[in-house]
């Protein structure tokens, strides 16, 4: 079972980033997916989940109105699309299944937000 993020990189305030997902090893339309993110010499934060089936989403107060959450189970992939980026989002963010007796979370994938 195995979750790998890439889409991170260098942005502009202002800017955007898709992340992606890859799920591998386990049924992956049967599960709720979420991304999280560490902050240097902070505690990881959950940002957005989404249901198994794509129809329900969840945001963190601190993102709301700037990212999405999106899922394709034809492709095993889950999407964090962030708008609107300021300096404070810069964090390792990763995804995460834990559901049901699975709990993986992804390696990370590097976002920085600084002129």
């Known amino acids: 079972v195995q979750l790998v993020e890439s889409g991170g990189g260098l942005v502009q305030p202002g800017g955007s980033l898709r992340l992606s997902c890859g799920a591998f090893?386990?049924?992956?339309?049967?599960?709720?997916m979420t991304w999280w993110r560490q902050a240097p010499g902070k505690r990881r934060e959950f940002v957005a989940a989404?249901?198994?089936?794509?129809?329900?989403?969840s945001y963190a107060n601190s993102i709301k109105g700037r990212f999405t959450i999106s899922r394709d189970n034809t492709k095993n992939m889950v999407y964090l699309q962030l708008k609107s980026l300021i300096p404070d989002d810069t964090a390792v963010y990763y995804c995460?299944?834990?559901?049901?007796?699975?709990?993986?979370w992804g390696q990370g994938t590097q976002v920085t937000v600084s002129t």
């Open positions: 090893g386990f049924a992956f339309s049967d599960y709720a």
């Open positions: 995460k299944v834990d559901e049901r007796g699975l709990t993986v």
């Open positions: 989404i249901t198994n089936g794509g129809g329900d989403t």
